[in-house]
T-cell receptor, first 111, second 114 residues
Framework: GEDVEQSLFLSVREGDSSVINCTYTDSSSTYLYWYKQEPGAGLQLLTYIFSNMDMKQDQRLTVLLNKKDKHLSLRIADTQTGDSAIYFCAVISGSARQLTFGSGTQLTVLP | EADIYQTPRYLVIGTGKKITLECSQTMGHDKMYWYQQDPGMELHLIHYSYGVNSTEKGDLSSESTVSRIRTEHFPLTLESARPSHTSQYLC?????????????FGSGTQLSVL
């Protein structure tokens, strides 16, 4: 089955850009998602990208997809303290019926 | 804004008690899910349903059971709670549309079994 990997922790200074990385194994993955989880809350869908795209930008968020390397990244421009949260990468392949989530990256924004 | 609700938000109970975690959604989604989340953040799918009277076990074996008698309601039951069941439980529903499978999550139930 699909395996999705993320680094566990990332710390950045307020105002800097954050880049959260994710790798996956199933080359037939069709949709790839980024979810955000704030403390004590459920996950919230931030953005997603279809596998025929290389990049998607939505305000401060930029998603980059490298299909050859099976690598997905989320860049947050001008990171704010309110961006501190856990970020989950998730993918769904053509054959899968559910999303496969990564283990999450804890983003800490330092003042 | 997603309309999916979980109750209770927090529950502390003793070993051996029977509990039911409630999950309801008002979006008319056919698909619903239960995830167990470790303190170390990782999500594990324990149950899912693709419609009324349809339930399946997920990737992680769980002693809990679920039912889906109505589209909007997907409760999870533990017949005899144990300390190993202490965890965060997240319910979700999904919409299949342009954009693939978008999941909407409830706020979760933090269960502590003493």
């Amino acid at each position: 089955g699909e395996d999705v990997e993320q680094s566990l922790f990332l710390s950045v200074r307020e105002g800097d850009s954050s880049v959260i990385n994710c790798t996956y194994t199933d080359s037939s993955s069709t949709y790839l998602y980024w979810y955000k989880q704030e403390p004590g809350a459920g996950l919230q869908l931030l953005t997603y990208i279809f596998s025929n795209m290389d990049m998607k930008q939505d305000q401060r968020l930029t998603v980059l997809l490298n299909k050859k390397d099976k690598h997905l990244s989320l860049r947050i421009a001008d990171t704010q303290t309110g961006d501190s949260a856990i970020y989950f990468c998730a993918v769904i392949s053509g054959s899968a019926r559910q999303l496969t989530f990564g283990s999450g990256t804890q983003l800490t924004v330092l003042p | 804004e997603a309309d999916i609700y979980q109750t209770p938000r927090y529950l502390v109970i003793g070993t051996g008690k029977k509990i039911t975690l409630e999950c309801s959604q008002t979006m008319g989604h056919d698909k619903m899910y239960w995830y167990q989340q470790d303190p170390g953040m990782e999500l594990h799918l324990i149950h899912y349903s693709y419609g009324v009277n349809s339930t399946e076990k997920g990737d992680l074996s769980s002693e809990s059971t679920v039912s889906r008698i109505r589209t909007e309601h997907f409760p999870l039951t533990l017949e005899s709670a144990r300390p190993s069941h202490t965890s965060q439980y997240l319910c979700a529903s999904s919409l299949t549309a342009q954009g693939g499978e978008k999941l909407f999550f409830g706020s979760g139930t933090q269960l502590s079994v003493l």
